[in-house]
């Protein structure tokens, strides 16, 4: 009982000193140990936390595991795991709600803004059409598939069958590099000329394809790129 009573007050101290200063001041062992007051109501979270962070090396990895994974450190229940598990996803949501409150984006570091966090703690590699009309407002940002532009199931006719969907007079093109790197390959390249071909049949034109890995992008056009032409730059 008496220990029971020391983790509900170490629990309600930490929670005040949230609510009162945010994370900011945090450990990663403190900030784990907080969430996971969720999942585990009456249990003491400081070791499971910090068998959390000597599993996977670091917060971020903690929440980026798969649940499969997580449930294997002693004190992380199913329950528990899910809870980890939805932080990034919901980070995600967070950043997409708020990049759709600019709805015109008139150059291209904006449009680059605007699509970087629909990339945010994805572990494959996954497409993006942005689909805007001639004023360059947003019409819509759909996800065309995983593993990568050169995929087979990316195909140019996929991609214009979704812009003239839309109602499209102008797209971008979007994919991240997981592998942290946000530099296009000649594969990148060389699909990418294939999908500009095919919209700009349909008087659709590709203004960019963005290369997006942690945070950051690469604009094809900004680095020199030239869709139409043969060879690389």
């Known amino acids: 009982m008496e220990n029971d009573s020391v983790h509900k007050g170490h629990r309600e101290r930490l929670k005040r000193r949230f609510l009162e200063e945010g994370l900011d001041g945090f450990t990663d062992i403190q900030a784990l140990e907080l969430l996971l007051f969720y999942a585990v109501p009456r249990q003491d979270t400081n070791p499971i936390a910090h068998a959390l962070l000597d599993r996977f090396g670091s917060l971020s990895r903690v929440l980026e595991a798969p649940m499969e994974e997580l449930v294997k450190v002693k004190g992380v229940s199913a329950h528990s795991a899910a809870l980890l598990h939805l932080v990034t996803g919901m980070g995600r949501l967070y950043q997409v709600d708020r990049a759709r409150c600019t ?22 590699e996954t497409v993006f059409l942005l689909c805007m009309d001639a004023k360059c407002k947003v019409l819509c940002c759909k996800e065309i598939g995983e593993g990568g532009i050169n995929s087979a199931s990316i195909s140019p006719r996929k991609v214009v069958e979704t812009a003239l969907a839309a109602g499209a007079t102008t797209v971008v093109l979007a994919h991240n590099h997981p592998s942290g790197v946000a530099v296009p390959s000649l594969e990148d390249v060389q699909a990418t000329r294939r999908i500009a071909a095919a919209l700009s049949a349909v008087e659709i034109h590709l203004a960019d394809h963005m290369v997006i890995a ?20």
């Not at 291209?108 to 966090?117: K, N, R, S, V």
């Not at 950051?216 to 730059?233: K, N, T």
């Open 214 to 233: 942690e945070g950051d992008f690469v604009s094809m056009i900004q680095s020199g790129y030239r869709f139409e032409e043969a060879l690389l730059p």
């Open 103 to 124: 709805r015109v984006l008139s150059n291209l570091d904006e449009i680059g803004a605007y699509l970087t966090p629909f990339f945010f703690g994805r572990k494959l």
